[in-house]
C-alpha cells in the first residue's frame, strides 16, 4: 500500500494522508482507461494494472473507515 499508518503519531495525520491516497488512486484509474482508449496499453497490462489500484483502494477504503471510526471516539 503507498501510505503506511506507522508514519504517523496521530491518526488525523493517517486520515489526512488515506484520502489523499484515495484521490490518486482514482486518477491512476482514470488514466489508466484513457491508456486503454489510445490504445497505449494492452488488454493484458490494462487488467493486471486495474486489478493492482483496485486491491490498494480497497485497502485504503478499509483503512478509512477504521480511522474514522477511531478519530470519531468509537461510538
Do not use: H, N
Not at 10 to 29: C, F, G, S, T
Not at 47 to 71: G, P, S
Amino acid at each position: 500500500m503507498g501510505v503506511s499508518l506507522y508514519e504517523f503519531k496521530d491518526p488525523k495525520e493517517a486520515l489526512k494522508a488515506l484520502e489523499k491516497r484515495q484521490k490518486e488512486l482514482v486518477k491512476e484509474l482514470e488514466e489508466l482507461i484513457k491508456k486503454r482508449e489510445r490504445g497505449e496499453i494492452s488488454e493484458e497490462e490494462f487488467y493486471a494494472q486495474k486489478t493492482r489500484l483496485e486491491r490498494e483502494y480497497v485497502e485504503v477504503m478499509d483503512r478509512l473507515t477504521q480511522l474514522r471510526f477511531i478519530v470519531s471516539g468509537g461510538l
